[in-house]
C-alpha cells in the first residue's frame, strides 16, 4: 500500500476533509486512526505529511479541540508519527507544537491521563529535532519538564503512571543531547532529583520503562569531558617518515563536544544495520570472479625460493634441517635433562631424552584423535569453579584446589630474603651474565629449582635468552612474571559469569554518585606512561601498578577511591585509536577485599563482557605454590558508554568511550598479581616455543624447519614454520614423492590482541610434530607452511590490533609494500610463488580472536552466496563455482565441540576486499580460504556449553583444525588408495565404516548446528542505550502505539458520554457518506468498508 502511494492519497483525504465548513468526525476519525497506522510503517511519512500541508492542518485541528480530549488523541497520534522525521519535528516546532503540547501536559491528574501520555510522547519526539532542544533551554522548559516529572513521580507510588514518567524523562533525555541542554539540566539540579529517584525504584519491575529511561537521561545529562590524557595518541612511537607528523595536543573542554550545527539529520530515513550491511557486500560479478594480475614484478618470486628447500635439497641435507637462531647462547640456557613432548587436553605429559633418538614412540589407535571422534569420546573437560578469594596456601605434599599436585613444593622463600619486585618481573640484563650470590638471578635460579613445574614447550632460562633478542621501540627492560615462569592451565574449563540483574544500572548510578556526592573521591594518578614521576608512588594502601614489559598495556592509573581505581590502556602504536587489550601488573594488595577497577577508554559498542566473560589474573604467589596459572576471575563485570569523549574534527562528530568494569578479590596480600584482558601470548614465547618444539623432534622422521619470513619494521624475525614427514628412504620415489606433496598454509596472530589465535596455532603446531596417528598421516602427505605470527611487533608493544606504523595489516593484503608492511608483503610473496610453480596450497586459513560472538567459525569466500545475500541474481551465464569451499566447515562442525556451522558466512564484502581471506582467494585462486574466528569468550553449544575458552580448549581447536584437514583429503577425489586404507586402519575397521565416518562428518543433516542459530547476542537483562542515538525510545514506543490505535478502535474504554461511544463505533454501521476522493479508489473505499484497521492487524 505505501509503495503505490497510499500515504500521499490517505494524507490528500485528510486535507479535503478538513478544509470543510463542518469536517466529518465520522469520517475524520477513523481516517486519522488509519493514517497514524500508515505513518507506523513509512519511514517518509513525516515528509509526505509536509509537503502536502497535512501537517500545518493537523496542528490547526489539534489546536481547536482542546477542550475535546477525544479528538484530540488522534491529532496527537499523528503528530507523533509525522514527528519522527527529525526535519518533519523541526517544522513543527517552528510552527508551536511544543507550545501546544505544554498546554496538555499538566501537573498530576487522574483526568485525560491518555492525553497526557500521547502529549508526552509527541513532545519527546520533537525534542529529537537540535533546534526544538534549542528552543527548549531558551525558554526555560528544562525546568519544567522536571517539576512535572517530579509531581507525577511524587504521586505514583504504584507506578500506575510510569509511561508519561517515561515520556517526560526522553524528553529530558533529548534536550541534554545539547550542551546547553546538559546545563540547564545541572542548574536545575536534574542530575541529584533523578539520582535519588533512580536509586529509590531501581529494584522495582513495575517501574522498569521510568528507570530505564531515568538512566538514560542521568547518562546524557553527565556533563561530557574528555579522557584524562596530555593526548589521545599512544604513550609510545616508532619513527615513521612515511606517516604524517601529528598535531600537537591541545586541552578540550565541553564546547569541544557540542555540535552546534543547525543541520537536522533525519536518521529515521537513513537505512538500517541490515541493509547497510547489505550494502556492503560485493556484487559486481567481474570485481568477484576476476583474477587480477601480479603486485609485483615476476622475477622477484625467485627469492621464495629459499623459503622451500624442501622441493629441492637431497636427502642429506633433510637430516639436519637448519633452524633459525638454534646456537649455543641459547644451548647454555637450555634444561637438556629434560625436554617435553607434545601434550593435549586429557593426555599425559611424559618426558624424552633430547640426547638420544629411537624408534618412534607408537601410541595405540585408542590414543588417536580421529578414533576418539569416531567413538564419540570428546575433550570435555568438568567445569572447575574459580578458587575462593580467601585460599591459603596448601601444604606440601597436597593437591591444591586447582587440582595439580602439589607435592614436592617447597613453601615460600622468606621474604626478606629475596627481592619481590624483582623477581615478579625481573630484568632482563640481570639474567644476561652468570650469577653472584645475593644477586637477582641467582634468586631465580632457586626459585626455580625450588619451585618450578615442569611445563610442555617452556623453559624460563630459554625465554630469558630469547627476551634479550626481542627488539622494541620502547626498550623494556623488564619481563613479565607469568611469561617467563609459563602456565599451567587449571584442571577444568571455567563456567561464564552468570551476570547480576540491575549491576549495570547500580555502577551508572556510581558513576554519577562521584559527581553529584565527592567527599569520598581521591582522584590521585598512581602510574602513568606520561609522567614517569608517578611510577614511583608509594602511598600506603594504594595498588602498585606496572605495564612496561613485552605485550604490556596499562597508560594510567587514577585512585577514584581507596578501593577503586580508573584505569586506561595505550592506544596502538602511531595511532590514536584501538583501546581494547589490556595486560598490566598489580601488587600492594589486600586480600578478600574486592577492588573495583575501571578501564575507561574502550572504544566498542558491546562486548562479551556484558555476556559471561571474564578477565584473565595470574597470582605470582599461586604460580610459586605450583598451582594453575592464568585464570578467569572478576566479578560484577559491566560494559557501558560513559561521559568521556573526544572530539573527532577530522572524521566529524564526537568519539565516544565505553567502560569496562570489574571487582576482583585477591588471593593473597601483598601478592604480584596480573591482569589481561585474555590469556596473553608474547612474540618471545613463541619464540621459545618454537626452539623447544624443533628440539623434541625425532629429525630421523620429522622434517621441521624453523625459517624466517623477513625482518619486520621493529627489526624482529618473523618466524616462518615448515612440517612434514621425512622421506622413508633416499630413492629417487620417496623423494619424489616428499617433493610433491600438496601444500597447506596457516597463518595467524595479525591482528596482536588477538591472543587467542596463538593458542590455536599453538595448538596446531604441536598436534602436528606428535606421534598421534593422524599427525603421521598429516607429515606423510602433505607440507605444512605456517606463519604463526604476522604481527611480531604489535605483539611486542602491546597493541591491539595494528603495526607499528598504526596500520591495520589485515588490510594491506591488496597492495602491500615490502618497506611498509614486511610481513604482509612476503607472505603474499610466498603464496604467489608456489601458485606459480604449481603448488597452489589447498586451504589457506588465517587465525583471529573474535570480541563479539561466541564459539568458533569460519569466514570463506562465495560468489553466488555473496549474490544471494544480496539480493542479486545468481544464474549469470557462466558463472561456475567450486562448491568444496563448504565442506572444509561441514566437517569442523561434526568434529570439534567449539565449532559451529551456523555462524560461518561464505559472503565478500567490499570492506573486506583487502584482507588475507579475499586476497588469496581472488589473486591466488585459493577456493578454501578462510578466516577461522574463535571466541575470546566461550562456547554456547555442545559439551563446552556454558564455559568459558581456556588454554586447553583453544590448543584443542587447533588440533582438530588438523584433524578436519585430513578427512578433507580423504574425501576428495584425489585421495590415495594407500592413505584411505591406512585411515581406515586407524578406525579399526574397513573402508566401509571409514565411509560411513567420513558421511557423518560432512553430512549436510542431522548435526548438531543443522537449525538455525538464535541471535549469538541476545539483550541484556537491562537495556542500556548503548548506541545514543536516541532510537531505542521510539523503537519501545511505536508498537505501544499501534496497540492503543488498535484498542481505541476495537474497545472504545472511554468514559466521556454515549455521544462519543458511537462516534467510535465503525463506519460499516453508521451508513455514512464517504468523500469523493474515497469514493473514487476502489482500494480506499475497500479500506474504510471493511474497517479502518483491517489491513494492518
Not at 224 to 231: A, D, E, H, K
Not at 237 to 252: K, R, V, Y
Not at 367 to 389: E, H, I, Q, Y
Not at 748 to 763: D, I, L, Q
Given at each position: 500500500?505505501i509503495?503505490k ?8 483525504v ?17 481516517l ?8 507506523l ?8 505529511a ?9 496542528l ?8 475535546h480530549?477525544y ?24 510552527n ?6 505544554f498546554?496538555v ?5 487522574r483526568?485525560?491521563?491518555?492525553i ?19 528552543r ?16 507525577w ?21 533529548h ?5 546547553s ?15 535519588g529517584?533512580?536509586q ?5 519491575e ?35 617518515t ?43 560479478v567481474?570485481?568477484?570472479?576476476a ?52 601434550t ?11 640426547s638420544?633418538w629411537g624408534?618412534?614412540?607408537?601410541n595405540?589407535?585408542?590414543a ?15 567445569p ?7 585460599r ?9 584446589p ?10 615460600f ?37 625450588a619451585h ?9 632460562r ?25 602456565h599451567c ?11 547480576r ?12 554518585r ?40 596499562l ?16 592506544a ?22 574486592p ?11 558491546n562486548s ?17 605454590l605450583?598451582?594453575?596459572g ?7 563485570i559491566?560494559?557501558?558508554k ?41 612474540y ?10 624443533e ?20 627489526g624482529?624475525?618473523?618466524?616462518l ?5 621425512m ?24 591482528h ?16 602436528l ?23 611480531p611487533?604489535?605483539v611486542?608493544?602491546g ?12 588490510r594491506q ?8 608492511q ?6 603474499k ?13 589447498v586451504v ?8 563479539q ?20 541474481a545468481v ?9 568444496s569451499?563448504?565442506t572444509?566447515?561441514r ?26 581471506r ?35 580448549e583453544?590448543?584443542?581447536m ?5 584433524l ?17 586404507a ?28 543443522s ?28 508498537p ?8 481505541c ?11 462519543e ?17 474515497v469514493?473514487n ?12 484497521l483491517?489491513?494492518?492487524?
Amino acid at each position: 500500500m505505501i509503495s503505490k502511494g497510499g500515504s500521499e492519497a490517505l494524507l490528500r483525504v485528510l486535507v479535503d476533509t478538513a478544509r470543510t465548513p463542518d469536517p466529518d468526525y465520522d469520517v475524520l476519525l477513523p481516517l486519522l486512526r488509519l493514517l497514524a497506522k500508515v505513518g507506523l510503517r513509512d519511514k517518509k511519512f513525516g515528509q509526505k505529511a509536509l509537503d502536502l500541508e497535512a501537517l500545518d492542518v493537523t496542528l490547526i485541528l489539534a489546536r481547536k479541540s482542546l477542550a475535546h480530549s477525544y479528538h484530540l488523541l488522534h491529532y496527537l497520534w499523528v503528530l507523533r508519527v509525522s514527528a519522527s522525521s527529525v526535519t518533519t519535528a523541526a517544522m513543527l516546532g517552528i510552527n508551536g507544537a511544543m507550545e501546544l503540547l505544554f498546554k496538555v501536559i499538566t501537573p498530576y491528574s487522574r483526568r485525560h491521563t491518555r492525553i497526557v501520555r500521547a502529549a508526552t510522547e509527541v513532545l519527546a519526539a520533537l525534542l529529537k529535532s537540535k533546534s526544538n532542544s534549542r528552543r527548549a533551554v531558551n525558554r526555560g522548559y528544562v525546568a519544567s519538564l522536571l517539576r512535572l516529572h517530579q509531581d507525577w513521580y511524587s504521586h505514583d507510588a504504584d507506578h500506575t503512571y510510569v509511561t508519561i514518567r517515561r515520556g517526560l524523562l526522553l524528553c529530558l533525555k533529548h534536550i541534554a543531547t545539547l550542551r546547553s541542554g546538559r546545563e540547564a539540566f545541572l542548574a536545575a539540579q536534574g542530575l541529584e532529583t533523578l539520582l535519588g529517584m533512580a536509586q529509590c525504584c531501581l529494584d522495582q519491575e513495575s517501574a522498569e520503562p521510568a528507570v530505564s529511561a531515568m538512566l538514560q537521561t542521568l547518562r546524557q545529562g553527565h556533563p561530557r569531558s574528555p579522557l584524562p590524557l596530555l593526548t589521545a595518541r599512544s604513550a609510545y612511537a616508532f619513527p615513521d617518515t612515511a606517516s604524517a607528523t601529528p598535531e600537537p595536543p591541545h586541552a578540550l573542554t565541553e564546547e569541544d563536544f557540542e555540535d552546534n550545527s543547525d543541520e537536522e539529520v533525519d536518521k529515521d530515513s537513513e537505512s538500517d544495520p541490515a541493509k547497510e550491511e547489505d550494502d556492503d557486500l560485493e556484487t559486481d560479478v567481474d570485481k568477484l570472479s576476476a583474477k587480477p594480475g601480479l603486485d609485483r614484478p615476476e622475477e622477484e618470486l625467485a627469492q621464495y625460493q629459499h623459503m622451500c628447500p624442501e622441493l629441492s635439497c637431497s636427502f642429506e641435507e633433510l637430516q639436519s634441517p637448519l633452524g633459525y637462531d638454534l646456537n649455543l647462547e641459547d644451548a647454555q640456557h637450555a634444561n637438556h635433562h629434560h625436554i617435553p613432548t607434545v601434550t593435549f587436553p586429557g593426555q599425559h605429559c611424559f618426558n624424552k631424552d633430547h640426547s638420544s633418538w629411537g624408534p618412534e614412540r607408537t601410541n595405540p589407535a585408542s590414543a588417536s584423535l580421529l578414533c576418539r571422534v569416531k567413538t564419540g569420546r570428546s575433550f570435555k573437560r568438568r567445569p572447575s569453579v574459580n578458587a575462593p578469594p580467601n585460599r591459603q596456601t596448601s601444604s606440601a605434599g597436597t593437591e591444591d584446589p586447582s587440582g595439580h599436585d602439589a607435592s614436592g613444593i617447597q613453601a615460600f622463600p622468606e621474604e626478606d630474603a629475596w627481592d619481590r619486585e624483582a623477581i615478579s618481573c625481573p630484568r632482563i640484563r640481570d639474567f644476561s651474565s652468570s650469577p653472584k650470590p645475593g644477586e637477582t638471578a641467582g634468586v631465580l635460579e632457586q626459585l626455580l629449582r625450588a619451585h618450578h613445574k615442569q611445563i610442555p614447550f617452556h623453559d624460563p632460562r630459554v625465554y630469558m635468552a630469547k627476551a634479550q633478542r626481542t627488539r622494541s621501540a620502547v626498550g623494556f627492560e623488564m619481563v613479565a612474571f607469568p611469561d617467563l615462569w609459563g602456565h599451567c592451565p587449571p584442571s577444568g574449563a571455567q563456567p561464564m559469569l552468570e551476570r547480576r540483574r540491575g549491576i549495570q544500572r547500580i555502577k551508572i548510578l556510581e558513576d554519577v554518585r562521584r559527581l553529584t556526592q565527592p567527599n569520598d573521591i581521591i582522584n590521585r594518578v598512581v602510574f602513568s606512561l606520561d609522567e614517569p614521576w608517578t611510577l614511583q608512588d608509594t602511598t600506603p594502601g594504594c595498588l602498585r601498578f606496572f605495564s612496561k614489559f613485552e605485550s604490556g598495556n596499562l597508560r594510567k592509573a587514577i585512585q577514584v577511591r581507596e578501593f577503586e581505581y580508573d584505569l586506561l590502556t595505550n592506544a596502538d602504536v602511531n595511532s590514536s585509536e584501538h583501546q581494547q587489550w589490556f595486560y598490566f601488573r598489580v601488587s600492594g594488595m589486600r586480600a578478600a577485599v574486592p577492588y573495583r577497577f575501571n578501564i575507561i577508554n574502550g572504544e566498542k559498542l558491546n562486548s562479551q563482557f556484558n555476556y559471561g566473560m571474564q578477565p584473565t589474573l595470574y597470582s605470582v604467589k599461586e604460580a610459586l605454590l605450583g598451582r594453575a596459572g592464568w585464570i578467569r576471575t572478576g566479578e560484577e563485570i559491566c560494559y557501558y558508554k560513559n561521559h568521556y569523549c573526544q572530539h573527532a574534527t577530522a572524521a566529524g562528530g564526537t568519539k565516544h568511550y565505553y567502560t569496562l568494569t570489574f571487582s576482583i578479590t585477591f588471593p593473597h596480600s601483598d601478592d604480584d598479581c596480573y591482569l589481561a584482558y585474555h590469556y596473553p601470548y608474547t612474540y618471545t614465547a613463541l619464540m621459545t616455543h618454537l626452539d623447544l618444539l624443533e628440539k623434541s623432534v625425532d629429525p630421523q622422521r620429522v622434517y621441521f624447519r624453523q625459517g624466517v619470513l623477513c625482518q619486520t619494521l621493529g627489526g624482529n624475525p618473523c618466524p616462518l614454520v615448515t612440517i612434514t614427514a621425512m622421506p622413508e628412504a633416499s630413492s629417487p620415489d620417496q623423494l619424489e614423492q616428499f617433493r610433491h606433496r600438496p601444500y597447506q598454509v596457516i597463518t595467524a596472530r595479525v591482528h596482536p590482541g588477538e591472543s587467542n589465535s596463538s593458542w590455536v596455532a599453538k595448538g596446531a603446531l604441536e598436534f602436528l610434530v606428535s606421534e598421534d596417528p593422524v599427525a603421521r598421516l598429516l607429515r606423510e602427505n602433505f607440507i605444512f607452511k605456517i606463519i604463526p605470527m604476522l604481527n611480531p611487533d604489535g605483539v611486542v608493544h602491546g597493541n591491539h590490533r595494528c603495526s607499528l606504523r598504526g596500520e591495520d595489516l589485515n588490510r594491506q593484503w591488496l597492495s602491500p609494500r615490502a618497506h611498509l608492511q614486511p610481513t604482509v608483503y612476503h607472505a603474499k610473496g610466498l603464496l604467489y610463488y608456489l601458485t606459480s610453480i604449481g603448488r597452489r596450497p589447498v586451504v589457506f586459513c588465517d587465525f583471529h580472536g573474535h570480541s563479539q560472538r561466541k564459539n568458533v567459525f569460519l569466514y570463506g569466500c562465495s560468489v553466488k552466496e555473496t549474490l544471494w545475500q544480496a539480493g542479486c541474481a545468481v544464474g549469470a551465464p557462466g558463472l561456475v563455482e567450486d562448491v568444496s569451499y563448504r565442506t572444509l566447515p561441514r566437517i569442523l562442525d561434526k568434529l570439534a565441540p567449539a565449532f559451529t556451522m551456523s555462524s560461518c558466512s561464505f559472503s565478500v564484502e567490499k570492506s573486506r576486499a583487502s584482507t588475507a581471506r579475499v586476497v588469496v582467494w581472488r589473486e591466488m585462486g585459493v577456493a578454501r580460504s578462510y578466516t577461522m574466528e574463535t571466541s575470546y569468550c566461550g562456547c554456547t553449544q555442545g559439551p563446552y556449553q556454558g564455559l568459558q575458552f581456556g588454554t586447553s580448549e583453544l590448543q584443542e581447536m587447533g588440533a582438530m583444525f588438523c584433524l578436519g584437514l585430513l578427512i578433507l583429503e580423504l574425501k576428495s577425489v584425489s585421495c590415495s588408495h594407500q592413505l584411505l586404507a591406512r585411515a581406515a586402519a586407524l578406525l579399526n575397521g574397513g573402508e566401509d565404516a571409514l565411509d560411513q565416518h567420513l558421511q557423518r562428518c560432512s553430512g549436510g543433516g542431522g548435526g548438531r548446528s543443522s537449525s538455525p542459530e538464535l541471535d549469538d547476542e541476545p539483550p541484556c537483562l537491562e537495556e542500556i542505550d548503548y548506541s545514543g542515538d536516541g532510537s531505542s525510545d521510539q523503537e519501545a514506543s511505536l508498537p505501544e502505539l499501534d496497540r492503543q490505535i488498535q484498542e481505541c478502535a476495537s474497545h472504545r474504554e472511554w468514559g466521556e458520554g454515549e455521544e462519543e461511544e458511537e462516534e467510535g463505533a465503525g463506519l460499516k454501521q453508521s451508513g455514512v457518506r464517504l468523500p469523493a476522493t474515497v469514493q473514487n479508489s476502489k482500494w480506499l473505499h475497500r479500506v474504510f468498508y471493511d474497517g479502518d484497521l483491517c489491513m494492518f492487524t
